[in-house]
């Protein structure tokens, strides 16, 4: 890399990662009041993925199986997600969203969707473009690293 690439580079880290921090406060914002702590990660996951077993909650989110359990009563109280257990093995238990979950996490995201607007709405459809390229290109490298 060439020195002025170099410093471009540094320059695009630091904005990066002012930008990953400040996006992270606003989402927190809209997101940590109504659930706090892992609850918006397993509510995320949950909505990605489909019903999952309490154990590949805990290993998608790097989360210990207590601190799930812990996150999931306080969903279930609310009647965001329920248990349902295998009916081949009573042992295995799934996590799911119910529909107050669905619509609650919906609007949820309405919100961050403006917030999210808001922050770049000085964009034009060709910089939208190039971002959108140039973090697909970001996510298909960290693809081929994860699986080097």
């Not at 020195?3 to 921090?21: G, I, R, V, Y």
């Not at 400040?22 to 990660?41: A, C, D, I, T």
Request: glycine share 4%.
């Amino acid at each position: 890399m060439s020195p002025d690439n170099q410093q471009l580079f540094l320059q695009f880290e630091k904005l990066f990662w002012n930008l990953s921090k400040n996006m992270s406060y606003l989402w927190k914002g809209v997101f940590e009041e109504r659930f706090p702590g892992s609850q918006s990660h397993i509510l995320f996951l949950l909505e990605r993925k489909g019903h999952l077993k309490m154990s590949e909650v805990a290993e998608a989110l790097h989360l210990t199986p207590g601190a799930v359990t812990t996150a999931s009563d306080k969903l279930i109280d609310n009647g965001y997600i329920t248990r349902v257990r295998d009916e081949q093995d009573r042992r295995v238990v799934y996590l799911d969203m119910t529909k107050e979950g669905k619509e609650v996490l919906a609007n949820l995201q309405k919100e961050a969707r403006k917030v999210m607007q808001l922050v770049f709405s000085n964009l034009s459809e060709t910089d939208l473009n190039f971002l959108i390229s140039t973090f697909e290109q970001a996510e298909k490298n960290i693809k081929e690293m994860r699986e080097e």
